[in-house]
Nanobody, 122 residues
Framework: QVQLVESGGGLVQAGGSLRLSCAAS????????MGWFRQAPEKERDFVAA????????YYVDSVKGRFTISRDNAKNTVYLQMNSLKPEDTAVYYC???????????????WGQGTQVTVSS
């Protein structure tokens, strides 16, 4: 059974930084693209960033380019999201998953976990 456990969220002032972690277990992820989505209150869950497991190609939604960096540690089955220059509009619950892409649309493969709350105060 695949488990995805997010951590690292918190309350931070605008301009601050946070580093999210996602520990994945339950299968081998060596061929998977993994990444992050986020869901703000009363909004849909939206794609944030993705990283290829082998080729390490990265993808970002335009609103976080230049501020967020996704990375991963294959040996630990862990994906990270370094978030700098945070803005109040980044406030959301952040989720990780194995991702797949259909054209320009990203989606999660496994059931979503509980996520980690990121709150950015102005």
């Amino acid at each position: 059974q695949v488990q995805l456990v997010e951590s690292g969220g918190g309350l931070v002032q605008a301009g601050g930084s946070l580093r999210l972690s996602c520990a994945a277990s339950g299968r081998t992820f060596s061929a998977d693209t993994m990444g992050w989505f986020r869901q703000a209150p009363e909004k849909e869950r939206d794609f944030v960033a993705a990283i290829g497991w082998r080729d390490r190609l990265t993808y970002y939604v335009d609103s976080v380019k230049g501020r967020f960096t996704i990375s991963r540690d294959n040996a630990k089955n862990t994906v990270y999201l370094q978030m700098n220059s945070l803005k109040p509009e980044d406030t959301a619950v952040y989720y990780c998953n194995v991702l797949r892409r259909d054209g320009s649309r990203w989606s999660g493969v496994f059931p979503w976990g509980q996520g980690t709350q990121v709150t950015v105060s102005s």
